[in-house]
Every structure is written in structure tokens, then in C-alpha cells.
């Protein structure tokens, strides 16, 4: 697992990608567990975010892999609409691993994405992601989670509802409520926006269905 970290919250996303990027640099795989060692009780608003970026990279295409991560972050909105203080997950998914290579290829596409977010958040209107706010979130992150597996079969939908997702993690961690109300209104527009592409979709097998993790990507480590 990983070193003890300093217990401040990151400050931006350039902060949330850089420690993560460490955690590469230690073993061939990471963990779920090393990133919770890492964040989990630290803050919720990078572990939502964290997976929610990770899919719109080219991890993201790995079938399975953004059905799995809506199930992560699906069970940490769990925990935060109902006010826990520490995230908590089952040994087994804190055993479910991605190799570093392909991790560190992930983040680093998104160093300019987390450059130019960080210079326009302020932690303006902190009130909106505080108290029933926080709730609101996690209600709309819940909804969001459950449009992934169906629009995984479909190429590319399912980055729409992870974007919205990242963006409610991002408002969290930088508590900006200007950036927590785009990203609601992100929400309503994935959602709506997915729901018609997936029932107009002319695709074989658009029916939906959670595609199955290949052990390639991600296995149970002793």
C-alpha cells in the first residue's frame, strides 16, 4: 500500500494528479487500496474525481473499465449522502489494480486539463458545496453512475456522465460553488443527452449490459 501521506486536502487537481502520479512510480500496479491509503480520509472530492478522469483517457477504453469505475465512485456517493467522514471499501476492491504505465499515460494527458481548471477555480459561493449541497452531489453522481454500463456499449458515451462526475469531485475538492453548479448542470445535460443516444443508437447489442473487466487490465493482487 501506500507511504503515509500528509493529511492536508489537495488544494487543486494539479495536487490530486501529481500524488497520484507518485503511487506509479512504486509498483508495476496501484491499487484502489493505495489510492484510499492516499485520499480516503483525506477528502471525498478527489476519490469521486479521480476515477471520473481516469475513464475519459485512453484507460477508459479498456472494456469493463468504466462500468468498474461507476461502481467505485457509485459506493463512495453512498457514503457521502449519507455523511461519512472516512471512505470505505471492501478488501477486494481495494485490491483491484491498473499498471502504472498505463496510469501514468493516463495522467499525463490531463496535466493541461488540471493546469487550466485550477487557474479558473477560486472557491467562490462555498456554500453550494456544503451541507444539503453535498447531498444534492451525491444524489446526482448516483444517477450518473447508473447511465455507464448501459452507455459503455456505445462508443465513447460514457466519458458524457464521467465529465459531469469529475466536475462535482472537482467543485468538492476546491469547494468553488460556481463550479459544482456548471457541473449539475452538466449532470442534467449528460444525462438527458445519454438517455436519448442510447435509445436512438442504431448499434447491434445497444441493449446495455456491464461488459465484463478483462484480467489484462485489472486482476485481484495477493
Request: glycine share 10%; with cysteine.
Amino acid at each position: 500500500m501506500a507511504e503515509e501521506k500528509s493529511q492536508s486536502e489537495p488544494d487543486g487537481v494539479e495536487s490530486v494528479l501529481g500524488e497520484l502520479d507518485d503511487l506509479t512510480t512504486k509498483n508495476d500496479k496501484v491499487c484502489v487500496g493505495d489510492v484510499l491509503d492516499d485520499f480516503g480520509g483525506r477528502s471525498f472530492g478527489p476519490f469521486i474525481m479521480i476515477p471520473a478522469l481516469l475513464e475519459i483517457t485512453p484507460v477508459g477504453g479498456i472494456p469493463g473499465v468504466p462500468s468498474f469505475l461507476a461502481a467505485v465512485i457509485a459506493l463512495i456517493a453512498v457514503q457521502l449522502l449519507f455523511g461519512k467522514e472516512h471512505i470505505w471499501m471492501p478488501q477486494w476492491l481495494q485490491e483491484r489494480a491498473v499498471e502504472s504505465k498505463k496510469l501514468h499515460k493516463g495522467i499525463a494527458k490531463l496535466r493541461g486539463i488540471a493546469h487550466w481548471l485550477d487557474e479558473h477555480s477560486h472557491g467562490r459561493l462555498e456554500g453550494l458545496t456544503e451541507g444539503v449541497w453535498i447531498k444534492i452531489a451525491a444524489v446526482v453522481i448516483l444517477l450518473l453512475c447508473a447511465t455507464v454500463p448501459p452507455l459503455e456499449v456505445l462508443p465513447f458515451a460514457s466519458s458524457a456522465p464521467m465529465l459531469a462526475i469529475a466536475a462535482i469531485g472537482l467543485a468538492l475538492t476546491v469547494r468553488d460553488g460556481v463550479i459544482m453548479l456548471a457541473a449539475l448542470a452538466l449532470a442534467i445535460a449528460a444525462i438527458g443527452g445519454g438517455t436519448y443516444y442510447y435509445y436512438t443508437s442504431d448499434e447491434e447489442g445497444s441493449g446495455g449490459g456491464m461488459a465484463i473487466i478483462q484480467p489484462a487490465a485489472y486482476r485481484i493482487v495477493a
